[in-house]
């Protein structure tokens, strides 16, 4: 079993910063692309940012330039920095990973629990 538990989530006014984490566990052999998503009240879950197993990122156009997604491959780590916050950033934020559990292995798309972002003053 692959879990992936998020952290780091919270209130912050509007303009501030935000980091959240998000941490592996379980049987991995290897992880190809961990991302964050994050779903808004009445809205579809979207994808906010992504990053492959070799460091290229990707991100959605309503966040470049104020988030940024690092990974640390050895600890099967994700993080996201957020700044200059807006309350239309304000969702539940979901660590996505697509996980090969052993060698062999298909690989498959594996969810955290989520955790809360709000953004108001």
């Known amino acids: 079993q692959v879990q992936l538990v998020e952290s780091g989530g919270g209130l912050a006014q509007p303009g501030g910063s935000l980091r959240l984490s998000c941490a592996a566990s379980g049987t991995i052999f290897s992880i190809n692309v961990m991302d964050w998503y994050r779903q808004a009240p009445g809205k579809e879950r979207e994808l906010v940012a992504a990053i492959t197993k070799g460091g290229i990122t990707n991100y959605a156009d309503s966040v470049k330039g104020r988030f940024t997604i690092s990974r640390d491959a050895a600890k099967n780590t994700v993080h996201l920095q957020m700044n200059s916050l807006k309350p239309e950033d304000t969702a539940v934020y979901y660590c996505?990973?697509?996980?090969?559990?052993?060698?062999?292995?298909?690989?498959?798309?594996?969810w955290g629990q989520g955790t809360q972002v709000t953004v108001s003053s």
């Open positions: 996505h990973g697509v996980v090969q559990p052993r060698s062999g292995d298909f690989y498959r798309g594996t």
